[in-house]
Nanobody, 113 residues
Framework: VQLQASGGGLVQAGGSLRLSCAASGSVFSIMEMNWYRQAPGGQREWVAGMTTSGSITYGDVAKGRFTISGDARRLMYLDMESVRPEDTAIYYC?????????WGQGTLVTVSS
């Protein structure tokens, strides 16, 4: 499975941004897709996820501001609203497939104050 994340960039605090993740390859084996992020000097943290059965869950960092959508197999989106400087991070998409887990290269989101 190959993953391509895109949509990152520079955004002002209070603004919005949409991240996209496109999966290719053995997508039929994907069971769930997730967004993670890693701030400069910080640890990678889970943001939100969705399963092919339709379950959606959010981490504390995302609740009330971020919305995950997509088909959980080929495409996944993260709509970020009311962004804050502390949302600055590299955002990664990751999938859990029957044959293993895979990570994309990440897309950088920078929120200016």
């Amino acid at each position: 499975v190959q993953l391509q994340a895109s949509g990152g960039g520079l955004v002002q605090a209070g603004g919005s941004l949409r991240l996209s993740c496109a999966a290719s390859g053995s997508v039929f084996s994907i069971m769930e897709m997730n967004w993670y992020r890693q701030a400069p000097g910080g640890q990678r943290e889970w943001v939100a996820g969705m399963t092919t059965s339709g379950s959606i869950t959010y981490g504390d960092v995302a609740k009330g501001r971020f919305t995950i959508s997509g088909d959980a197999r080929r495409l996944m989106y993260l709509d970020m609203e009311s962004v804050r400087p502390e949302d600055t991070a590299i955002y990664y998409c990751s999938v859990l497939a029957r044959v293993g887990s895979y990570w994309g290269q990440g897309t950088l989101v920078t929120v200016s104050s």
